[in-house]
């Protein structure tokens, strides 16, 4: 079970979480709430993410999960937060898990 939470302090908008098996459309996420939870098949404990915030794209991309391990059974979230001093759509976010 995943969700995604902002930890920033502007909304977070079009979340998209690509998973291994699976895609994830979490929408708007305003500053300090979280999603749902969704029931994903295969997970890793980070993810492509796309967003838009403050109007600018945003991209979380992992080059690849070599060596990684699947999360085991449980409740996640991936907490999101903004670098306002960002330069280019890759490094807008920051990404945390966090095992609830």
Do not use: C, W
């Not at 902002?6 to 908008?13: G, K, L």
């Amino acid at each position: 079970m995943i969700r995604v939470a902002n930890r920033s302090d502007v909304e977070i908008h079009s979340v998209v979480v690509k998973f291994p098996s699976q895609t994830e459309m979490y929408g708007k996420i305003v500053p300090g709430a979280a999603t749902d939870y969704r029931k994903v098949d295969k997970a890793y404990g980070y993810a492509y993410i796309e967003a838009v915030i403050d109007g600018k794209p945003a991209v979380l991309q992992p080059i690849d999960y070599v060596g990684e391990r699947l999360l085991s059974g449980g409740n996640y979230t991936y907490a999101l937060t903004y670098n306002p001093s960002a330069t280019d759509k890759h490094d807008i976010l920051r990404f945390q898990l966090e095992k609830d």
